[in-house]
């Protein structure tokens, strides 16, 4: 419904629907999936920049908070891959649902009414439960299951700290380099950690 409040929230929608529909090819696209991968989770950091600027007076009102705390485009995005990931025929097509799914909970929040929803989801995947992943074969069975255990995860943590504000490789380079780095070569920093978020060697992480 927050998507529907304008034109310009439903222009978004439209167009994160689209870029979800091509990481998961069931949209044709000149570009990769690392260029979706892009668009999608920088424009969402990008909103939530935009918000800050443009939605100050809406934060004094206490009452409001609970729905202007994240851009309401984070939790639309959310319930497209929700709604992706449901009854989807196509085995490789559920198979990067579920990777965009990891990406997205590693990088924004959703919303506490929605969380419960999307961690439901998430667990049914988990467990081979949802009716699409039973019949995937047994090699896509099993990276369903971990990368929607690894989303889990992820989503828990994002929403327990502080926001992050870009997109950058999580490790245990020093902050300061790693800031200089992401601005000298951005697409090397975002590839790393792109892989670091769909990596299957940590399940704890």
């Known amino acids: 419904k927050r998507s529907n409040d304008d034109s310009d929230s439903k222009d978004e929608a439209s167009q994160m629907h689209k870029n979800i529909l091509s990481y998961m090819g069931?949209?044709?696209?000149?570009?990769?999936?690392?260029?979706?991968?892009?668009?999608?989770?920088?424009?969402?950091?990008?909103?939530?920049?935009?918000?800050?600027d443009e939605?100050?007076?809406?934060?004094?009102?206490?009452?409001?908070?609970?729905?202007?705390?994240?851009?309401?485009?984070?939790?639309?995005?959310?319930?497209?891959?929700?709604?992706?990931?449901?009854q989807?025929?196509?085995?490789?097509?559920?198979?990067?649902?579920?990777?965009l799914f990891t990406l997205c909970a590693g990088t924004f929040k959703c919303t506490q009414s929605l969380y419960p929803y999307v961690m439901s989801h998430l667990d049914r995947a988990k467990k081979g439960e949802l009716e699409m992943v039973s019949k995937?074969?047994?090699?896509?069975?099993?990276?369903?299951?971990?990368?929607?255990?690894?989303?889990?995860?992820?989503?828990?943590?994002?929403?327990?700290?502080?926001?992050r504000t870009y997109c950058v490789f999580e490790n245990s380079i020093a902050p300061t380099f790693l800031t200089l780095l992401s601005r000298e070569y951005p697409t090397v920093t975002?590839?790393?950690?792109?892989?670091?978020?769909?990596?299957?060697n940590?399940?704890?992480?």
């Open 26 to 52: 069931d949209r044709k696209s000149g570009k990769d999936k690392m260029g979706h991968t892009q668009k999608i989770l920088r424009y969402a950091l990008e909103k939530l920049n935009d918000d800050e």
């Open 55 to 86: 939605g100050r007076s809406k934060r004094r009102d206490k009452d409001a908070i609970s729905t202007t705390q994240y851009p309401g485009l984070w939790d639309e995005i959310y319930c497209q891959l929700v709604k992706q990931t449901t």
């Open 88 to 99: 989807n025929g196509k085995v490789e097509s559920l198979v990067s649902g579920f990777e």
């Open 136 to 163: 995937a074969d047994s090699s896509s069975q099993k990276r369903i299951k971990i990368l929607a255990r690894r989303a889990q995860i992820r989503l828990r943590k994002t929403c327990l700290m502080p926001q």
């Open 190 to 200: 975002f590839q790393l950690y792109h892989n670091s978020l769909l990596s299957l």
């Open 202 to 205: 940590h399940a704890n992480a």
